[in-house]
């Protein structure tokens, strides 16, 4: 099988890499891509570069050029409800485009036509996750995640995109990944640790828990890998 596991940054793929240790690395489209040979199965590893155009690039990439077959995501995201807290573990059950707007013309925030205001994320990649987290206690949230160019740093916006798509998490690659994924008939799962609240101390928290909690991601993804390998050869 081949898997594909990104993050938006560095500091998201970091412990992926020391994990598997060994890795070839190709350069292609103004980015890298880890190979891992993992139990008879490739694993390409990248991250992307943060935003929606980037993680596009690089989720097209891994399935276009690698021919990855699924796709995990792996990052941190700001909360948008009030239950989720610094290293709180989110799956996304769907995703939207909270930035994407032609209200002008009478349509809902998030919709283009021919598009879907909601993407939804791999149910079987979720049901693997749901088991994993049930076998090791860990806590595991699921929600719609949305997606915009912009770190969100204040309340307003943030109750805004609360209210308007329902959304339990925000970040800023995981909606394009999954139009890509779904364009391209993948099946992904988009996993999140929040970093901060969204709100206007976004930015301090962020840098402060942006490596603990792209850990917390990452280890969990890594949990999931043998599980996706089984289910795959049974
Ligand atoms: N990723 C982590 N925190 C975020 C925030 N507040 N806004 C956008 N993306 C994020």
Redesign the pocket.
Known sequence: MKLAIMGAMPEEIEPLLEFFGEYETVNYANNKYYVVNYKGNEIVIAYSKIGKVNSTITASTMIQKFACEKLLFSG???AVCDSLKVGDLVVATKLAQHDLDISAFGHPYGFVPEGAVYEEADVKLIDIAKDVAKEKSINLKDGIIVTGDQ???DIERKNWIAKTFEASA???EGASVAVTCNALNVPFFILRAI??A?DMD?SFS?DEFLKTSAKISADFVLTMVDKIIDAENK
């Open positions: 941190v995201a700001g770190f969100v740093c925000l970040e800023m970093s901060d969204a976004a962020f």
